[in-house]
């Protein structure tokens, strides 16, 4: 049976082997037949996928062209079991009234708090007119990925979205990238060639933090860069675990434009929101990498404006799904507000934030509040906790609204807090796999231009 582009039918999907609800976005020719291009309804996009006549089957009830299901209607959402998540996200149950449910005045800003809270993005209709047309622009064009498949290194991965790759490599299944330089390549044998004469072996910028984690118990020991040797054969910790070298080297976007433009092509494809791929002059990027006998795998990165006015300390984060669960966001948030400590500056990242991306800080910075209110004893405000964690106020009373551990009493909001009630919370929040030493940490903030004096 021939399906048009825009009907609803039953697909049986390929990660749980369930028929769910699907939209038919796209078709094409193959030698098996036609494929389509479905995106399950309530799921995300990066569960889309290209799919043979064979695995799609009419709904049992009438659907026709263009219908819009109603959520009633919908199968379960499902999760998928090959979709990351974040280990330990769960923060306690928000005690936050949604909008509507409460007898409390619907304000503005309690909907933006109770949107915040709980990663609500704002509906097309809620946007502005340019906005409107872009994000239109944006879901069209979009909406069907151009690359199923990846090989970086010794890992074949599947993508999540579109990039915006040249077109003559937009049109293959699956692209070849280099996981040194980042180089993208169509063809096996020109990515063996170019790996056989590639003379990069770590990114090309500055190292500014290196440590040493014991694998299998998954506790690091920071050491010495000097005199340390830079060999990535396993080694075994004093448990018996082999250890794991992690380094992060600082790359500057207008000294390494090409890198910089081939690591945001090849984030895209795990980013559903990301318009920065090719003006990258502004923007540091910091590169988290494993070390073996061959170099320095990337593994994640984030960047972030050299000059920002709205003071993000974060523009966009990434770990690679094979290194997912590791940690590793964790890892580079925490990066993030070292250097913002070091700046002397309070910092927050880009919004919108992905929706693992929300889950990722709000984990971070329930842990870290928590923290520092057990060693204290409550007795802090908001200034003070922002200044000692370098996370900005909005986000410390959002995270502990969620927590229910303050309220706003006479114009200003008073954190109420027991030991008894941060240890109940410190069991339900991740604990961290490791922290960052300051010390080790070998980086200078930029000096901004426009504070320079003149000679």
């Known amino acids: 049976m021939k399906y048009d582009i825009g009907c609803y039918a039953h697909c049986l999907s390929s990660w749980d082997n369930v028929y769910h609800l699907a939209e038919i976005m796209d078709q094409r020719e193959s030698k098996d037949g036609i494929e389509y291009y479905v995106h399950y309804n309530e799921q995300n996009k990066r569960l889309d996928e290209w799919v043979s006549f064979t695995r799609l089957e009419d709904p049992k009830t009438e659907i026709g062209c263009g219908f819009q299901p109603e959520i009633g209607e919908n199968p379960a959402p499902l999760i998928a079991p090959t979709t990351p998540t974040i280990v330990g996200s769960s923060l306690g149950d928000t005690k936050l009234d949604a909008p509507g449910t409460s007898d409390r005045k619907l304000t503005r800003n309690l909907k933006r708090r109770y949107d915040e809270i709980h990663n609500v993005q704002k509906g097309l209709e809620e946007l502005s007119p340019i906005d409107q047309n872009l994000e239109k622009e944006h879901e069209e064009k979009t909406k069907v990925k151009n690359i199923q498949v990846v090989e970086l290194g010794k890992y074949e991965i599947d993508t999540w979205y579109y990039s915006p790759y040249p077109e003559e490599y937009s049109n293959v299944d699956k692209l070849y990238i280099c996981e040194f330089c980042l180089k993208y390549m169509k063809k096996r044998i020109t990515y063996k060639r170019h790996m056989m004469k590639c003379c990069y072996r770590h990114p090309p910028g500055n190292e500014i933090y290196r440590t040493v984690v014991a694998e299998q118990s998954s506790v690091p020991s920071d050491n010495k860069q000097n005199g340390e040797s830079t060999s990535g054969q396993s080694k075994l910790s004093e448990k018996g675990g082999s250890l794991q070298t992690l380094s992060v080297f600082e790359v500057d976007g207008q000294k390494s434009k090409l890198y910089g433009q081939n690591l945001c092509l090849l984030a895209k494809l795990f980013l559903d929101h990301k318009t920065l791929y090719y003006d990258v002059d ?15 795998q990337i593994v994640g990165y984030f960047s972030k404006e050299k000059y920002s006015v709205e003071s993000y300390n974060l523009a966009c984060i990434l770990t690679l799904p094979p290194f997912q669960r590791k940690g590793y966001g964790r890892f580079l948030i925490t990066l993030a507000y070292e250097l913002s400590k070091k700046e002397g500056k309070i910092g927050t990242p880009e919004r919108p934030l992905s929706d693992l991306g929300q889950v990722s800080f709000r984990s971070y910075w329930g842990r870290v509040l928590l923290e520092v209110l057990r060693d204290h004893g409550g007795n802090l405000s908001i200034k003070d906790l922002s200044s000692m964690t370098a996370i900005r106020s909005d986000d410390i009373i959002n995270t502990l609204q969620s927590l229910n551990l303050i309220r706003y009493y006479k114009g200003q909001h008073i954190i109420s807090i027991s030991a008894k009630v941060i240890e109940e919370h ?8 490791w922290s960052i030493d300051p010390s080790k940490l070998h980086w200078t903030p930029l000096s901004n231009p426009l504070t320079r004096r003149p000679r």
């Open 282 to 296: 502004s923007f540091l990027f910091y590169i988290l990498t494993e070390l073996d006998d061959y170099g320095h």
């Open 426 to 433: 410190m069991k339900s929040t991740s604990k961290t796999k």
